[in-house]
Structure formats: structure tokens, C-alpha cells
């Protein structure tokens, strides 16, 4: 399941995933952000997460590449140990911020 909290002031969406995030979670992902504009402030809160596959990672680039690709300001942040070596292992601490 995906959550989302659009906080106008700040400019930040901050994107609450719930369960696992595989390939189920792609629909409902891209269209929590799709609308949005690409200067925002993006935060995908993993905290929740149960599972993560590839596709979830793919999904992670589309945010990034929407929000601006090299210039974008994604940061991830939660989630288990498990969820956290699969960011590693994919080296995304190079392409998003890691908290």
C-alpha cells in the first residue's frame, strides 16, 4: 500500500509504503507522484516495509528520474536491515539521499 502526505508549505511529498513493495505496488507508486511537480521535495518512507524485489528499485529510479534525475532531491529513508542491503547491494546511497 502506498500512503501519500503532500505538505504544500514545505514543498514535500513524502510517500509512505506499507507492506511489500514489489511489482503490485507499481500502479499505485507512479500515480501518487506522476502529478506532481518535479521540484519537489520527495521522501519515500520504507519504514513499513516488509519485502522488496528489483521492481521496487525500478520504481525508486521513475521517482528520480521525474524529479529531476542527477538534479532531483529524493531522499529514502526506514526500513529494515534487509530492505536497507538491497538499496546497498544496488548501489543507490550514489543516486538518492539515505537516511
Do not use: W
Not at 39 to 64: Q, T
Not at 69 to 89: A, C, E, P, Q, T
Amino acid at each position: 500500500m502506498i500512503i501519500e502526505q503532500f505538505d504544500e508549505s514545505a514543498k514535500t511529498l513524502t510517500l509512505l509504503v506499507d507492506g511489500r513493495f514489489d511489482y503490485k505496488c507499481q500502479t499505485a507508486f507512479r500515480e501518487a507522484f506522476a502529478d506532481k511537480p518535479a521540484d519537489l521535495h520527495y521522501v519515500v518512507d520504507l519504514s513499513k516495509v516488509e519485502y522488496m524485489d528489483s521492481s521496487a528499485l525500478g520504481m525508486l529510479l521513475l521517482l528520480r528520474d521525474h524529479s529531476g534525475g542527477v538534479h532531483s532531491d529524493v531522499l529514502i529513508k526506514g526500513g529494515s536491515d534487509s530492505v536497507k542491503n538491497v538499496l546497498r547491494m544496488a548501489r543507490f546511497e550514489r543516486l538518492f539521499t539515505l537516511g
